[in-house]
């Protein structure tokens, strides 16, 4: 009989044995594959509660599962397998070991909010697609993406100083996410900017990479930010069951 | 007004409202009702808060006894069945099963329905295993003041699933309607279940949602929004035990995969079946019963509750499933029709 649901095939499913007999007949060879169902035996009941304690993830109980986010989807049209309406139902019954399989498509989601537009619920599937990514990688079932990694810098330096400095952003992203300074599409884009801007800017940009100018009197500003962050994140490591420290 | 009494079988509430709009407009009536006592299923079954008025059946139905109870105008006849009704419009002659008759102008049939029994679905192990229960058993736990507990040893469940439809749009054994209103009724119950044990999840599996009208709101959005109850789209297959736990098997229609999964006790969302006097009742009122063996309706379009026999009226669950507040209101409209033939005869006397 022929295979009507191929996708739902999972490689590590498939068994395949070179050598089988069965009740004296040798069935070895291809005809010998045989594919195991994946039968889901339980639920994770905290897995909507907690992907509602994230930001982005609030409205998820309101899904009725109609796939206008699906439908609208941007990276869907391109990955058929980027389903937020399917993740949004596997976290919503607590299907934990499900969700995990599609860990590495996840974070895929570019915010283009479409389906937070189409939604009829007011589920906004972006906020959940990024509630979601934010819960991979608090478990430790992803490593931290590079755009969680650039974000991390990219606040550092504003709790920091009250101000962002692009050359320090960039050069901090780059090497916390291990990857060469020296990368082609930098070294012309410097080149263009020797080449194109006022002498007076280049050299604002270069006092400022040097000395990193706070805002001013930045110091009480910085406390209260500092401490709304760490109470943020506490809540939310609480709500997932995590320990208090990163 | 000295005319004929119109006959009311049936102290359900249905009967309970006709009979009181009759009597509110100076028309006497007779309530037969064949259980030793007036309030019909809402009481005789135990059930807890309404849907959707959401107040204690014995409090709402009970006040609706009281009305009755006492009323010079209505004749209470309660453990009587009708044995015989012969006439015409009228003029019809009844004989009841105390061996007693009267004559009386018109008649309307309050006889309401019979629970589906869970044990013609064998394979969802209703019968076979303690923790799997009915909604009117769960009606009874929350009304009796015991609780929702597992039958099997008495604990508070932690996890509950509510299986719809069961007797209910099944080809397989003859019950092709909807009963209307056991969705709502089972996302009243998940909301009552998770206030009361906090800690017990409630998953409903079901075909599709009917909590039509405003109920959408009331009972599908609200038990998801503020009580959390899971809804997962699967047609139970069967439901087995592991001498604990209930296991119950299905699939997962929306993601395509099977699930085997323990609960503490199994729910079934029971169906509405014609009363099982329905084929005895159209004997002896000579009114057709609808394919499906409830006691079949005329158009509604000349006037309310009109069975195939004139001068006999019709309203309730007796003519399919019903809500509660959609049997008062046809109780009420079915009095109207039967009190035209009352005053018709009277006109006919003067």
Not at chain 1, 45 to 59: N, R, V
């Amino acid at each position: 009989m022929a295979i009507h649901e191929k996708h739902l095939i999972r490689p590590e499913n498939i068994k395949t044995h070179d050598n089988l007999v069965i009740d004296g007949v040798d069935v070895s060879g291809h005809w010998s594959t045989f594919i195991e169902t994946r039968v889901v035996t339980d639920y994770n009941e905290q897995l909507q509660d907690e992907i509602a304690a994230l930001p982005g993830g609030e409205y998820i109980h309101r899904c009725w599962q109609c796939g206008s986010c699906t439908n609208s989807c941007t990276v869907n049209a391109i990955n058929p397998d980027f389903n937020p309406r399917y993740w949004i139902y596997l976290i919503r019954v607590g299907m934990e070991s499900e969700l995990l399989r599609d860990k590495e498509i996840i974070w895929q989601c570019v915010s283009c909010n479409k389906c937070t537009y189409a939604c009829p619920r007011d589920v906004v599937p972006e906020g959940v697609m990024k509630a979601t990514a934010h819960w991979l990688e608090m478990k430790g079932h992803t490593a931290p993406s590079n755009s969680t990694i650039f974000d991390e810098e990219f606040t550092r330096q504003v709790v920091q100083t009250g101000k962002i400095e692009d050359g320090r952003i960039l050069m901090n992203f780059l090497k916390n996410s291990k990857q060469p300074l020296f990368q082609d599409w930098l070294i012309q884009m410097v080149k263009q900017m020797l080449w194109h801007l006022p002498i007076k800017y280049l050299m604002g940009m270069g006092l400022a990479t040097l000395f990193q100018p706070k805002t001013k009197s930045w110091g009480k500003a910085r406390a209260a930010i500092e401490e709304h962050i760490a109470e943020e994140k506490a809540a939310e490591r609480a709500a997932l069951g995590l320990d208090a420290a990163e | 007004m000295s005319t004929k009494p119109v006959l009311i079988v049936g102290g359900g509430p249905a009967g309970l409202a006709a009979a009181h709009s009759l009597a509110s407009v100076g028309q006497k009536c007779i309530i037969v009702e064949k259980k030793d006592s007036l309030g019909g299923t809402p009481i005789h079954s135990g059930y807890a808060k309404l849907v959707p008025s959401g107040e204690w059946a014995k409090d709402a139905i009970g006040g609706m006894v009281d009305r009755v109870t006492g009323n010079k105008l209505i004749t209470i006849k309660t453990g009587n069945t009708v044995k015989e009704f012969t006439g015409k419009p009228g003029n019809f002659s009844v004989k009841y099963s105390e061996g007693k008759g009267n004559s009386v102008s018109a008649a309307v049939l309050c006889t309401g329905f019979t629970h589906f029994d869970s044990i013609n679905k064998p394979e969802w192990g209703f019968g076979t295993f303690p923790d799997v229960v009915t909604t009117t058993q769960v009606e009874q736990m929350i009304s009796s003041g015991q609780g929702v507990r597992r039958p099997s040893n008495g604990e508070k469940p932690k996890r509950v699933a509510i299986l719809l439809c069961v007797g209910s749009r099944d080809r397989q054994i003859g019950r092709e309607w909807c009963s209307k209103i056991c969705c709502s009724v089972s996302a009243n119950l998940a909301m009552e279940i998770r206030e009361e044990l906090p800690d017990c999840h409630v998953y409903v599996y079901y075909m599709d949602i009917r909590t039509y009208g405003l109920l959408e709101t009331k009972y599908y959005w609200r038990s998801q929004e503020e009580f959390k109850v899971k809804y997962i789209k699967a047609r139970i297959a069967e439901v087995t035990s592991d001498g604990d736990k209930v296991i119950v098997k299905g699939e997962d229609t929306l993601v395509k995969r099977p699930i085997t999964i323990p609960f503490d006790m199994v729910v079934h969302a029971i169906g509405m079946d014609p009363n099982v006097d329905n084929m005895l009742l159209s004997s002896i009122f000579d009114v057709n019963l609808e394919p499906n063996g409830f006691i079949d309706r005329q158009n509604s379009y000349g006037g309310m509750g009109a069975s195939s026999r004139e001068g006999v009226f019709v309203a309730g669950s007796a003519t399919g499933p019903e809500t509660i507040d959609d049997s008062i209101a046809q109780g009420q409209a079915a009095a109207f029709s039967a009190l035209a033939i009352a005053n018709s005869q009277l006109a006919a006397a003067e």
